[in-house]
């Protein structure tokens, strides 16, 4: 979090201290982008802050810049969420273009004016709103600015027109989102989670990511049919962490879910696409992760909760398989003192090549996996991955796979996709929402509906 937390980027908490109650907020006066909460706060961010402020003024100064992000505005609000998406990404790309051309340019990145406040419906940011005003030759003050959402406060709109064409969408229950939570419900919880995440840091991992699994082989498999999060590891997390308060045991849960996410969706799939139970009483349960990088490498030790699922399985076998897989040898993964009396293994191998390279690599040496599995893969949105030819060895070898996908834009790219390369899905994997996805939603500030989660939904599912 070098940027520091969302709401802080988005200049909503102090851009030093990261408080954003009690506390009485200002803009910085050079870049206006970020906020502060006094002058103590501002003098001793300011070295770190300069060549970013210095970029985003001139970027703002430069007339060619402004001529050309003005002229992408629509001219009506937009509520389609890809059109949105694709208006966004200009933008920033001509940012970039710009601010490569400043000698600080290495200040600004791409996630940070990616959270820059837009209005949802026509994209306007409060830089954008000045630039406007500017080339009208009205004065660029600051009353002229993006209002929040009242409720959420993490939601924008440049007009009361355009929060009218927006409020609905806003405020209706969504259905790309977990429980029928609407965009603004969301908001709020995802904010109380982030402010919440900065304050537990001892528990995080260096990508600020909590990996935790609960220390208990259980006695038989019981199958994840209508089981909620909170049903599966409400109690646990409480005896783990010694909590009792109840408001931080969902913000636990949640961030514990966003990786947990990844070994629960496996046995999700796996009792889906098998007819029966016997998978659960295989000796080695061999699992193959497409397209894996350093999210999952680094969380590799939440998977063992698939061995304290399935007590009947000796042995779990585990290929981290992509081209940004590290290049390691394989290991014995430490397991817990219970799965090592009881004489179990976690074996974990890498391959930092693309899936059909490396079964090919592999001939008749290839061992069928109980489920290939790819997360959050987004094969439909890069254009150099070459996704649409493991695709078809999937299909043509009928390995059992299934794809998850951030939100339900892209899960419907890549079902087409897979679609295109053969795939027949099962009907309760694909596309659709995933019980087992990540509690958390991280907004986007583009946005009018719609969210951002590990796992979210289900792309496709076929064997
Ligand atoms: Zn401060
Ligand atoms: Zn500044
Ligand atoms: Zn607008
Ligand atoms: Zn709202
Ligand atoms: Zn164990």
């Known amino acids: 979090m070098e940027h520091g937390p969302l709401p802080a980027r988005m200049g909503l908490a102090c851009h030093k201290c990261w408080k954003e109650m009690d506390v009485q ?20 961010d300011w070295k770190a802050h300069k060549p970013m402020c210095k970029a985003l003024s001139s970027l703002e100064k430069n007339s060619f810049a402004a001529a050309t992000l003005v002229s992408l505005l629509p001219k009506k609000p937009i509520t389609h969420i890809g059109e949105i998406r694709k208006l966004t990404d200009r933008q920033i790309a001509i940012c970039l273009t710009s601010l490569q051309r400043h000698p600080t340019a290495v200040a600004v990145e791409h996630s940070w004016l990616d959270s820059e406040p837009r209005c949802i419906v026509c994209t306007r940011t409060d830089m954008v709103i000045r630039m406007e005003a500017a080339m009208n030759g009205t004065m660029a003050d600051d009353t002229k600015r993006l209002t929040p959402c009242p409720q959420c406060m ?62 208990r082989v259980k006695s038989r498999w019981v199958s994840l049919e209508g089981v909620s999060w909170e049903d599966g590891f409400d109690g646990e997390i409480r005896k783990s962490f010694g909590m009792l308060a109840p408001l931080p045991i969902t913000f636990l849960i949640t961030a514990a879910s966003d ?44 998977f063992e909760e698939i061995l304290h699922r399935l007590p009947e399985v000796k042995t779990l076998k585990l290929i981290m398989c992509g081209p940004e897989v590290p290049r390691r040898d394989s290991l014995d993964h430490k397991i817990c003192p219970d ?125």
Not at 25 to 44: A, D, Q
Not at 180 to 204: D, P, V, Y
Request: overall charge neutral.
């Open 154 to 215: 993490l939601s924008f709109c440049c007009s009361p027109e355009h929060w009218e064409a927006a409020r609905k969408l806003h405020q209706e229950p969504s259905d790309d989102l977990r429980d029928g939570l609407s965009q603004c419900q969301m908001n709020k919880f995802a904010r109380g989670q982030i402010m919440f995440e900065t304050t537990m840091t001892s528990w995080l991992d260096r990508r600020g990511q909590l990996v935790w699994i609960p220390q």
């Open 25 to 44: 907020l200002s803009r910085c006066g050079g870049c206006r982008r970020i906020s502060y909460c006094g002058t103590e706060c501002r003098n001793s």
């Open 259 to 302: 990786t947990l996410s990844m070994a629960m969706t496996i046995l999700y799939g796996l009792g889906k696409l098998n007819d029966d139970d016997g998978w659960t009483r295989k000796h080695t349960l061999a699992v193959h992760v497409l397209g894996a990088d350093i999210k999952e490498v680094s969380c590799s030790r939440v």
């Open 339 to 463: 799965c090592m009396a009881l004489g179990r293994s976690y074996v974990l191998e890498y391959a930092a090549v693309p899936y059909h390279e490396f079964v090919e690599k592999q001939g008749n040496k290839f061992e069928r996996p109980d489920l290939c599995i790819g997360f959050n893969s987004g094969a439909s949105q890069v254009t150099w991955y070459t996704w649409p030819t493991t695709f078809k060895l999937l299909v043509e070898r009928k390995l059992p796979s299934l794809f998850t996908a951030y939100n339900r834009e892209e899960a419907e790219g890549d079902a087409a996709m897979l679609r295109a390369a053969g795939a027949a899905f099962h009907p309760a994997l694909g596309p659709a929402l995933n019980p087992w996805g990540s509690m958390k939603g991280v907004p986007t500030a583009h946005s009018v509906y719609g969210f951002q989660v590990e796992n979210g939904w289900l792309a496709g599912g076929f064997r």
